[in-house]
């Protein structure tokens, strides 16, 4: 019971994955990124260890189609997966399990592929998508909280999520927003406050790790 986006913004160079569902610390399991290289999810019957061997794959070379289907071949358990994966192109690939549980499903569009499982209805994932589609002015991680956003209005999962996460990486080797959600009974509307107060001092953040001299005394 998970829905996710994957997203990447060619003018920051940016990839991010933002995640909602109605277990306990999603952003532990399922959003994965690396600068240059691009995103990963992992979702139902979650296996985490997908993540970090996919963002490998995407770093040595491979595309997210040749990513998705190594990772596939990878895990006798493919019938209980759901992946997605996008490289530093933003070219995005996905893959559903023979034994995921319905609604499930996948949208791809300019930078983005969104997907989930186990959704109240046909017309989430198009809503995920179209909202992050409608302000690519707006930054990453405002555009991907806005998809969630639009996910969980559109009908969501079919049961009440409890927790979110949003991950966004650029230049470094850590991310630039890593926010998360644990446990709280409207994890989007926590998100989002989150990041409003994180947003204004995400740079200073990066300034003191790479060139603390410059942030002052």
Known sequence: ?????????????????????????VGARVPWARAGIGAVATQHRTDPRLGPRGVALLASGCSAAETVAALVASTPDHGLRQIGVMDRSGATAFFHGARVKPSFGAVQGPGM????????????????AAAF?????????????????????????????????????????????????DRNVAPLGELRSLWAEYAPQSALYVARAVDPESCGP
């Not at 592929?113 to 995920?128: F, R, S, W």
């Not at 049961?159 to 630039?176: K, M, W, Y």
């Open 133 to 181: 589609a409608a302000h690519p002015e707006h930054p990453l991680a405002e555009r991907l909280i806005c998809a969630l956003e639009a996910g969980e209005a559109a009908g969501g999962e079919h049961g009440a999520i409890l927790s979110a996460a949003l991950l966004v990486v650029e230049r470094e080797d850590f991310p630039l927003v890593d926010i998360r959600v």
């Open 1 to 25: 019971m998970t829905f996710s986006i994957l997203g990447h913004c060619p003018r920051s160079g940016q990839f991010g994955v933002a995640t909602t569902t109605s277990g306990f610390g």
């Open 113 to 128: 592929l969104a997907l989930g499982n186990i959704l109240a209805h046909e017309a989430v994932l198009p809503a995920i």
